[in-house]
């Protein structure tokens, strides 16, 4: 069964500072992973989706990379601002044969930036 | 606006009261999905529709609850007998069968159980 752990579970950070948040997962035999923001009692937004052919994706402040052989995504946030401030979700996409895509979340990492 | 809607975005019954809340994907969606979501936590998968045929239920998904999506559009997903171990935001999703199929999330259905 697939697991996924993201570290730290909150940060609270200067505005300005580059911070990284961490994603890790057990089963290495992933199609993609997706890193989302969530705002208080809101939906879902993608940040960025990385195939597991790739090795990062960016856009804008965000850089996003992985590796599958050691199980692992880093979401680098540069320059943070306090509209920064959400919590983040890492979710590994695998695919299934019958039940399509199959997204595994994290518990996410609750950022806060300062002002 | 043609990403995925969900309605209501906010819902507050009373223990054993039933509930129902729809999603609308994307119009050319072929794949829905719901997930739930408790304070803290990251979504989970609860069950999951190609067209019209649901084709995967997870064990979270109790018979107090069902979900149908009668013409491959629209899904709703009814709660039966509420408890308030219920409450929770409710996701919908959707995609396409081909490319990456990349999961589009809705707003979230929030639902409270006094």
């Known amino acids: ?23 890790s997962f057990t089963d290495s035999a992933i199609y993609n ?9 809101k939906g879902l937004t993608s940040l960025l989706l990385i195939q597991s052919s790739q090795r990062e994706q960016t856009s804008g402040r965000l850089n996003a990379s992985l590796d599958k052989s050691s199980g692992r995504s880093t979401l680098y946030i ?4 306090p ?16 039940s399509g895509s199959r997204l595994t979340f994290g518990e996410g990492t609750q950022l806060t930036v300062n002002p | 606006d043609t990403g995925v809607s969900q309605d209501p975005r906010h819902k507050i019954t009373k223990r054993g009261q039933n509930v129902t809340f729809r999603c609308d994907p994307i119009s050319e969606h072929n794949r829905l999905y719901w997930y739930r979501q408790t304070l ?19 064990r979270l998904l109790s018979d ?7 013409k491959g ?22 995609s396409l069968d081909r490319g990456t199929d990349t999961q589009y999330f809705g ?8």
């Open chain 1, 1 to 23: 069964k697939q697991e996924v752990t993201q570290i730290p579970a909150a940060l609270s950070v200067p505005e300005g500072e580059n911070l990284v948040l961490n994603c």
């Open chain 1, 33 to 41: 992973l997706q890193w989302f923001r969530q705002d208080p009692g």
């Open chain 1, 78 to 81: 540069a320059a943070s601002q």
């Open chain 1, 83 to 98: 509209g920064d401030s959400a919590t983040y979700l890492c979710a590994v996409i695998t695919l299934k044969e019958t």
């Open chain 2, 40 to 58: 803290g936590q990251g979504p989970e998968f609860l069950t999951y529709f190609q067209n019209e045929a649901q084709l995967e239920k997870s």
């Open chain 2, 64 to 70: 107090r609850f069902s979900a149908e999506r009668p």
């Open chain 2, 73 to 94: 559009s629209f899904s709703t997903l009814e709660i039966q007998r509420t408890e308030q171990g219920d409450s929770a935001m409710y996701l919908c999703a959707s």
């Open chain 2, 107 to 114: 707003p979230g259905t929030r639902l409270t159980v006094l």
